[in-house]
């Protein structure tokens, strides 16, 4: 796989950015399973590729292209230079995150509270797009709090567009700031998949794509006929069995899918030359773990997974004994 040219950034389908979730590790499994889907990074602060260690932050993998890096952050002249940074390393595209609705994030001026500032985030863009010559995005919510009338999304969407952003990335909820967790404001905010498909028609000329409870290839391939992407998170993290057709059925590569055990073993390599580096078999293991969901022998499986990976000196050996038996076609 890792012999084929990377192929170009095609926005028809995603795996949606999750802090924590979508590391170096996950993404470089979740690419075994499809080699067009569009990979997210976690978000990354300003702060931390400014005063941070920048390579910890920025490092990845060649077979994970195309990949974009989302930035946290609000201030034009930062978030150019780390746009920059990020181009610099590789990136294919690099989006902003105006979705996140988290307390550390809110104190930090960004996030979904930059909803509420449509004139910085523009900022931002056009400083951004100043700056490098790959796709600049925007991920956003469709409101926030009592601030979620479709006349301020269109003009927080207008403004940004007008900015120069090359494509928009709607959660399809609102978030509530004040009182409700991150968690929480990934599923009790009702899903509001028809204020998305409006917010298309008013800006034809803009690329969108709809993200939020989307869980199947079937519902991507409905909303492709009215939208120009769709972003997929924890299915795909949960259940990443569920990329493995994206291939075929949604960019229209004929290549067959391959088994689960022939992605297990492809990530193999990976792990024995992370595990060389000193990457605890923990760190890989965690994000393997839904790669069998639902076939038989999947929950021995994992339980081996979770109790063996963290034991010292654990190796490939734990990923591959206790396999389920590969169902039938
Ligand atoms: C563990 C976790 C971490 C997340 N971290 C981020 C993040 O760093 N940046 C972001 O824009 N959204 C983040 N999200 C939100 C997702 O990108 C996505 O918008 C949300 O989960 C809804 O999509 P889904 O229903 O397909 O999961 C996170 C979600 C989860 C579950």
Redesign the pocket.
């Given at each position: 796989m890792s012999s084929l040219p990377a192929p170009v950034l095609d926005r028809r389908l995603s795996v949606?950015?999750?802090?924590?979730?979508t590391d170096r590790h996950c993404r470089y499994f979740l690419r075994l399973l499809s080699r067009y889907t569009l990979l997210?990074t976690?978000?990354v602060t300003t702060g931390a590729l400014i005063h941070g260690e920048r390579e910890r932050f920025l490092g990845f993998d060649p077979a994970e292209h195309p990949i974009a890096l989302?930035l946290?952050g609000s201030d034009p002249q930062d978030m150019a230079r780390c746009a920059r940074m990020g181009a610099d390393r590789g990136y294919d595209e690099i989006n902003i995150?105006v979705?996140?609705p988290s307390d550390r994030v809110q104190n930090g001026r960004f996030g979904a509270c930059l909803m509420a500032e449509p004139r910085l985030v523009a900022d931002c863009v056009a400083a951004m797009k100043d700056a490098v010559a790959v796709p600049v995005t925007v991920?956003t919510r469709i409101g926030i709090d009592d601030r979620d009338s479709y006349g301020e999304l269109l003009a927080f969407a207008g403004a940004v567009t007008d900015a120069g952003c090359d494509a928009l990335v709607v959660?399809a909820r609102k978030a509530w700031l004040a009182g409700l967790s991150?968690?929480e404001n990934?599923d009790i905010p009702p899903l509001r998949y028809d204020v998305v498909e409006q917010l298309k028609r008013d800006l034809p000329n803009q690329t969108i794509a709809i993200?939020?409870?989307?869980?199947t290839l079937d519902e991507t391939k409905r909303f492709l006929e009215t939208l120009d992407g769709v972003?997929?998170?924890?299915?795909?993290?949960h259940n990443p069995w569920i990329l493995a057709e994206a291939d075929r059925l949604i960019f229209g590569d004929a290549r067959r899918a391959p088994t689960r055990n022939e992605v297990l073993d492809a990530f193999l390599p990976y792990v024995e030359r992370e595990l060389a580096r000193g990457t605890p078999l923990s760190a890989m293991s965690r994000h393997i773990l839904g790669l069998f969901q639902g076939q038989p022998g999947a929950r021995a499986w994992r339980r081996h997974l979770s109790e063996q990976a963290h034991r010292p000196g654990a190796g490939t050996e734990v990923l591959t004994a206790k396999l389920p038996p590969e169902p039938r076609p």
């Amino acid at each position: 796989m890792s012999s084929l040219p990377a192929p170009v950034l095609d926005r028809r389908l995603s795996v949606a950015p999750m802090l924590d979730w979508t590391d170096r590790h996950c993404r470089y499994f979740l690419r075994l399973l499809s080699r067009y889907t569009l990979l997210y990074t976690e978000m990354v602060t300003t702060g931390a590729l400014i005063h941070g260690e920048r390579e910890r932050f920025l490092g990845f993998d060649p077979a994970e292209h195309p990949i974009a890096l989302q930035l946290g952050g609000s201030d034009p002249q930062d978030m150019a230079r780390c746009a920059r940074m990020g181009a610099d390393r590789g990136y294919d595209e690099i989006n902003i995150n105006v979705g996140c609705p988290s307390d550390r994030v809110q104190n930090g001026r960004f996030g979904a509270c930059l909803m509420a500032e449509p004139r910085l985030v523009a900022d931002c863009v056009a400083a951004m797009k100043d700056a490098v010559a790959v796709p600049v995005t925007v991920k956003t919510r469709i409101g926030i709090d009592d601030r979620d009338s479709y006349g301020e999304l269109l003009a927080f969407a207008g403004a940004v567009t007008d900015a120069g952003c090359d494509a928009l990335v709607v959660h399809a909820r609102k978030a509530w700031l004040a009182g409700l967790s991150p968690k929480e404001n990934r599923d009790i905010p009702p899903l509001r998949y028809d204020v998305v498909e409006q917010l298309k028609r008013d800006l034809p000329n803009q690329t969108i794509a709809i993200n939020g409870g989307i869980k199947t290839l079937d519902e991507t391939k409905r909303f492709l006929e009215t939208l120009d992407g769709v972003m997929i998170g924890r299915e795909a993290y949960h259940n990443p069995w569920i990329l493995a057709e994206a291939d075929r059925l949604i960019f229209g590569d004929a290549r067959r899918a391959p088994t689960r055990n022939e992605v297990l073993d492809a990530f193999l390599p990976y792990v024995e030359r992370e595990l060389a580096r000193g990457t605890p078999l923990s760190a890989m293991s965690r994000h393997i773990l839904g790669l069998f969901q639902g076939q038989p022998g999947a929950r021995a499986w994992r339980r081996h997974l979770s109790e063996q990976a963290h034991r010292p000196g654990a190796g490939t050996e734990v990923l591959t004994a206790k396999l389920p038996p590969e169902p039938r076609p």
